[in-house]
T-cell receptor
């Protein structure tokens, strides 16, 4: 199994509060991703990173920001949590990030509930 | 606009029989496809992949077929086992390091 951990694994918070989720990898992979999983929507990309300090938006990035100051850590921040951000969040990593041979490996997930 | 579609939300199969999970895509630029398996409360785990230069890839009980003209791929599991019960996601990528996932199919293998 790829060395990916996520913290916290579960969190309950209130609307309007800031929340930061952490993804940590020990694989020295260049690419890191944040997804959310919701019923009927599958896995949707929020943000991704292609190197330290290099990030870009995915398909559902509104209300989220990310930071990557070290190769091994990728942080996802909800500046002001809303109930629509209640979801399960997955971090993923890949090596080359190139289509045609690369595979993404996923962390165990963080279940976030916004009341 | 759902570029990767899994039109069957669920599928039930008897143990020992074949499970066939389907996935359709709309973007002709996609050239690499993956299948993931997901158990409850766990992250998705990589199962098998296929490049667009091939039309079949096999790994033990799992075979993925790709029909580029129809923009369709399928995952065959033979024989199906109760431990295969999970949600299966297909994903596609095309020349970038981003992957588009389908909505998933829940497979239930009946003992």
């Amino acid at each position: 199994d790829a060395g990916i951990t996520q913290s916290p694994r579960h969190k309950v918070t209130e609307t309007g509060t800031p929340v930061t989720l952490r993804c940590h990898q020990t694989e020295n992979h260049r690419y890191m991703y944040w997804y959310r999983q919701d019923p009927g929507h599958g896995l949707r990309l929020i943000h991704y990173s292609y190197g330290v300090k290099d990030t870009d938006k995915g398909e559902v990035s509104d209300g989220y920001s990310v930071s990557r100051s070290k190769t091994e850590d990728f942080l996802l921040t909800l500046e002001s949590a809303t109930s629509s951000q209640t979801s399960v969040y997955f971090c993923a990593i890949s090596g080359t990030g190139l289509a045609g041979g690369d595979t993404q490996y996923f962390g165990p997930g963080t279940r976030l509930t916004v009341l | 606009d759902q570029q990767v579609k899994q039109n069957s939300p669920s599928l039930s199969v008897q143990e020992g029989r074949i499970s066939i999970l389907n996935c359709d895509y709309t973007n002709s630029m996609f050239d690499y496809f993956l299948w993931y398996k997901k158990y409850p409360a766990e992250g998705p785990t990589f199962l098998i992949s296929i490049s667009s230069i091939k039309d079949k890839n096999e790994d033990g009980r799992f075979t993925v077929f790709l029909n580029k003209s129809a923009k369709h791929l399928s995952l065959h599991i033979v024989p199906s086992q109760p431990g295969d019960s999970a949600v299966y996601f297909c994903a596609a990528s095309g020349g970038t390091y981003k992957y588009i996932f389908g909505t998933g199919t829940r497979l239930k293998v009946l003992a």
